[in-house]
């Protein structure tokens, strides 16, 4: 074997091991997420009912936190894991965001959304396109310093796995009546936005409003049977769209390829106005 042969194994083998390692890593944490959301004491589970009343007075009623600022902010006892496929990977975060930190980001939004776009797949910019009928607008890099901004980033970063600093500017979304994304991938085909930060890796998709019909997110590649999906019945799995739930999906195989398997989209929205926001991770710092 040539040793430019070798080398490229001897690189694949490394990042092949590492996606593994990784992956079990991740199943490792949720399962213990899980045994800890499992064992909480019946007063503790009334507690959940403050929610709503916003996110400083949770951390006050919570006793089980103790002041520990870092259980604060990762919201443990709260977020319930469920792994929706392995193939590929998504997972319903359940609590993940507060009611207050969802109502933030919406209030931080509203007044700069502007019509969506899409990645231009030989310039890396974006440009508008019918496939995608929302609003939105991203966060400044000041904005994600914000206490309440810089605590779901680290909290995205904790139950991904995946350092803050690979993440790109949060997006927040607005879907209206009608509007939709039709199915599409997040990792990238351009290599414009492959030299600026690597291949998106993963996606967190956090729902910052109730009350919405319709408005899925969509995954036509994932599951065996029949879901709903704008008010129709299609072949894969869907996810309704709850405040303060959110869905975290791999954009990258284990073998460290993009999966053509994470294709989704965002089913149309029958009434209600479905908000949310998304983070994406990448293979290296953003830039």
Sequence with gaps: MAPAMRILFGLLTFVTIGMIIGALSQLAFIRKLEESYGTESLPFRRLRGLESDGYLKLSRGIPHWNNDKEAEILRLGYVKPEVLSWSPRIILLHNFLSMEECDYLRAIARPRLQVSTVVDTKTGKGIKNDVRTSSGMFLSPEERKYPMVHAIEKRISV??????????????????????????????????????????????????????????????????????????????????????????????????????NSMHGGCEVLSGEKWSATKWMRQAVHT
């Excluded at 509007?179 to 351009?190: A, G, I, L, N, T």
């Excluded at 030299?195 to 109730?210: E, F, N, P, V, W």
């Excluded at 019945?233 to 869905?247: R, T």
């Design 159 to 260: 139950y991904s796995q995946i350092p803050i600093e690979h993440g790109a500017l949060m997006q927040v979304l607005r879907y209206e009546k009608n509007q939709f994304y039709k199915p599409h991938h997040d990792y990238f085909s351009d290599t414009f936005s492959l030299k600026h930060g690597g291949q998106r890796i993963a996606t967190m998709l956090m729902y910052l409003s109730d009350n919405v019909e319709g408005g899925e997110t969509y995954f036509p590649m994932a599951g065996s049977g029949e879901c709903s999906c704008g008010g129709k019945f299609v072949k894969g799995l869907s996810v309704k769209p709850i405040k303060g739930n959110a869905v975290l999906f791999w954009s990258m195989g284990l073998d460290g390829q993009s999966d053509p």
